[in-house]
């Protein structure tokens, strides 16, 4: 069992940038990152392993990095370019835990 908190959410527009974080108690591996439109399922768009490697979905590949910091049990994805479509919830997830997610706004 481990909790996993995000933040970092928030309002912008188009082409704007946001950077948000997963706060987890235990250094998992590998973790994903999913993103859950308005009344839409949710998504995976990036996951991590335990060396920092990420992979994406190809609707954010070239403009969300994922990243992690072990020392602290930080993952982070940075979203640039951002695009209407990219409004929703972003959670981060581990097996079956999630967080209780962050919400972003992409204004056009």
């Known amino acids: 069992q481990v909790q996993l908190v995000e933040s970092g959410g928030g309002s912008v527009q188009a082409g704007g940038s946001l950077r948000l974080s997963c706060a987890a108690s235990a250094t998992l591996a590998p973790i994903d990152w999913y993103h859950q439109a308005p009344g839409k399922e949710r998504v995976l768009v990036a996951r991590i392993s335990i060396g920092g490697i990420g992979d994406y979905a190809d609707s954010v590949k070239s403009r969300f990095t994922i990243s992690r910091d072990n020392a602290n049990d930080m993952i982070y994805l940075q979203m640039d370019s951002l695009k209407p479509d990219d409004t929703g919830v972003y959670f981060c997830?581990?097996?079956?835990?999630w967080g209780q997610g962050t919400q972003v706004t992409v204004s056009s």
């Open positions: 997830h581990w097996r079956d835990s």
